[in-house]
C-alpha cells in the first residue's frame, strides 16, 4: 500500500509539472497552415528560408507590408514620400507604436536596425538585398529618412523583408539570441510566438499592442511537413487548413476531385538551362539560336511537367514587366520552319552530318530535371545533334556551374523580390560566378544600368524590357517554361488570393462562419 502511495503521489507530481495539452488540429478559432520544411530560426535578420521569413511576417512589422495580393501596403508606416530624382524616402509613422510587451518605439529604432542587419557578427544572408540604401536616418520621432544609392520605385517592396522589421532591440543585449527564448516572443506584428515543439508546431497568438485592427483568427498554428505527399494526405483528412505543397504527380487528381482546393499559381521564378557562351559550341550564338528554336517549350510545359506551367520564351514572368512575357520573332513559327532555321544555323557554325554536334546536359538529381534533358535530346535528333545526359547531385552540380565546368546545364531563378532587375542583374559580367552562363555585352550591361538610374517608373519599365528582349537575341539562357507554386486552401477559409509572390499572411485570412 505505501508503494502504491508513493507512486501515486509521483504521477500526480509528473501531471502537475507537464505542460497542458495543446490542440494543433484546425478549429472554431484557429487555423492550421503546413509549411514545407521546419523554421530555422526566429530572428528575422539572422534566416534566409522561405519558411522561416513567412513565419517572422506573421509577428515582425516594417515600415511597409504585403497585402493579400503580395503588394506592399503601409505598416508601422501611414504613409511616405519621394523626392523627385528617386533617392530620398520619407516614411510617416503612426502613432503610440508599441511592442508586445508594451514597449514603446518610434522612428530612432530604424537606424538601429540596419547597423544590427549590416554588423558582421549578425551574419544577415539578406543584407546584401539592402545594398541600394546608403543611410536610414531618424528626423525627429516620428519620420524615418531612407537615402539610395540610385532609384528604386519597389522600394516599399523591400522594406516588407523581416529582416528589415521592427525588432524589440530592448531585449536585445550582450546574449543578442536570448529574447527569441522569451515565450510569449516580443513581436512587432499581428501576431506573437506562444510556444515552439521542434519538428511538432509554432503556436502564434495575436499580438495585444498590435497598432492595426486585432486579426481575424485567434490563434495560427505552423507545422513543418517536409513530405509533400503527407502533408497532401493530411490536409485531406481534414488536419490542417493550407498546405504549403503537394506532388505533381498528384495535381490532375486532385484538379478532378478537389479543383476547389488545388491551387496551381504563376511564380515569380524561371526555369531554364544555362550554355556556357566561354568556350566552343555555345560560344557561337548561331549555335545556341539554332538548339533554343527547336526546343517544343508548350510540350515540355504540358506534357513533361503537367501542372500549368507557362512556357518561357524570355526571362521575365508575365506581369513583372508587362501583361505579356516577351518572345522572339520565331516563337510562332511552324515547327518545320523552325527546324529549317535551325539547320542553316548550325550549318553555318560548322555542324552537318559529317560533323555532328556534339554535347553534354548537366543537370542536377531530379526526375523532373532527367525528363526535361532527356525531352530536349530528342527534340534536337531531327537536327542531328547528339546530346548525352550527366547527373549529379545539386551541391555538386551548381559548384560545377560556379567553376564553369559544363557546356549547357539546368538553372533558373526565383526572385527575392517581385522586380524585373532581380532577374536580369544576374547575367551581367559583373556578377561574377553567379552569371553561370558567363554572358558578357557591355550593351546589355549599359541597358540595364541606364534602367536602374531612372526613378520614373514607367520609363523604367520599358529599359528593362529592351535589357530582356537584347538577353533573349543573344540566348545565353535558354528558357523552358515559368514556375508555379502549388498549394492546398480548405473551403472554409476566407481573405487566400493567388498571387505570382505567393505571399499570403496570416492576418489576412480567416475562418468562413
Not at 485 to 494: D, F, G
Request: with cysteine; net charge negative.
Amino acid at each position: 500500500m505505501r508503494y502504491f502511495a508513493i507512486l501515486c503521489t509521483m504521477l500526480l507530481l509528473v501531471s502537475c509539472n507537464r505542460e497542458p495539452a495543446i490542440d494543433t488540429a484546425p478549429g472554431p478559432d484557429r487555423i492550421v497552415r503546413l509549411s514545407d520544411s521546419e523554421i530555422k530560426g526566429l530572428d528575422p535578420q539572422k534566416v534566409s528560408d522561405l519558411s522561416s521569413l513567412r513565419f517572422a511576417a506573421d509577428q515582425f512589422e516594417g515600415l511597409t507590408r504585403l497585402d493579400a495580393r503580395g503588394e506592399a501596403e503601409p505598416g508601422l508606416a501611414r504613409d511616405w514620400q519621394v523626392s523627385a530624382d528617386g533617392l530620398t524616402w520619407t516614411f510617416a509613422l503612426r502613432e503610440n507604436l508599441r511592442f508586445s510587451d508594451g514597449a514603446a518605439f518610434d522612428a530612432t529604432l530604424f537606424p538601429t536596425l540596419l547597423q544590427r542587419l549590416r554588423a558582421p557578427e549578425t551574419a544577415a544572408a539578406s543584407a546584401a538585398l539592402f545594398g541600394n540604401i546608403q543611410s536610414v536616418e531618424a528626423a525627429g520621432e516620428q519620420n524615418v529618412v531612407v537615402t539610395l544609392a540610385s532609384p528604386d520605385p519597389s522600394l516599399p517592396a523591400l522594406l516588407t523583408h523581416p529582416a528589415m522589421a521592427a525588432l524589440p532591440l530592448h531585449r536585445i543585449g550582450a546574449a543578442s539570441d536570448q529574447w527569441t527564448s522569451d515565450r510569449p516572443m516580443v513581436t512587432s506584428g499581428p501576431y506573437r510566438l506562444a510556444g515552439w515543439k521542434l519538428n511538432d508546431h509554432a503556436r502564434l497568438e495575436r499580438n495585444p499592442e498590435w497598432h492595426d485592427e486585432p486579426a481575424p483568427t485567434k490563434t495560427i498554428i505552423w507545422k513543418p511537413m517536409d513530405d509533400s505527399l503527407s502533408a497532401m494526405r493530411l490536409f485531406l483528412s481534414g488536419g490542417a487548413d493550407i498546405a504549403a505543397d503537394y506532388p505533381a504527380s498528384r495535381h490532375q487528381w486532385l484538379e478532378d476531385n478537389h479543383p476547389a482546393a488545388a491551387h496551381s499559381v504563376p511564380y515569380l521564378g524561371s526555369y531554364y538551362f544555362a550554355f556556357n557562351t566561354r568556350s566552343p559550341p555555345f560560344d557561337d550564338r548561331k549555335v545556341r539560336i539554332a538548339l533554343s528554336m527547336a526546343v517544343e517549350r508548350e510540350w515540355i510545359a504540358d506534357k513533361v511537367i503537367g501542372i500549368g506551367n507557362i512556357p518561357a520564351w524570355g526571362l521575365l514572368p508575365p506581369g513583372l514587366a508587362g501583361p505579356v512575357s516577351a518572345k522572339p520573332e520565331w516563337a510562332d513559327w511552324s515547327r518545320k520552319k523552325r527546324l529549317s532555321a535551325a539547320r542553316a544555323l548550325l550549318a553555318e557554325a560548322g555542324y552537318n552530318p559529317n560533323n555532328p554536334l556534339r554535347f553534354e546536359i548537366r543537370f542536377n538529381s531530379s526526375a523532373e530535371h532527367r525528363r526535361v534533358a532527356v525531352a530536349m535530346a530528342a527534340m534536337w535528333q531531327p537536327l542531328g545533334v547528339e546530346a548525352s545526359l550527366f547527373n549529379s547531385e545539386a551541391a555538386l552540380h551548381f559548384a560545377a556551374l560556379r567553376r564553369h565546368e559544363f557546356a549547357l546545364s539546368r538553372s533558373g531563378w526565383i526572385a527575392d523580390l517581385p522586380t524585373p532587375e532581380n532577374f536580369l542583374l544576374v547575367h551581367q559580367q559583373t556578377n561574377g560566378a553567379g552569371n553561370y552562363s558567363g554572358y558578357d555585352n557591355p550593351a546589355y550591361d549599359a541597358l540595364l544600368a541606364q534602367a536602374i538610374a531612372e526613378p520614373d517608373p514607367a520609363r523604367r519599365q520599358i529599359l528593362m524590357r529592351r535589357a530582356e528582349a537584347l538577353l533573349i537575341a543573344d540566348m545565353p539562357i535558354l528558357p523552358l517554361y515559368f514556375y508555379v507554386t502549388r498549394s492546398l486552401v480548405a473551403e472554409r477559409i476566407a481573405g487566400w488570393e493567388d498571387n505570382i509572390s505567393n505571399v499570403h499572411p496570416s492576418r489576412t485570412l480567416l475562418i468562413r462562419p
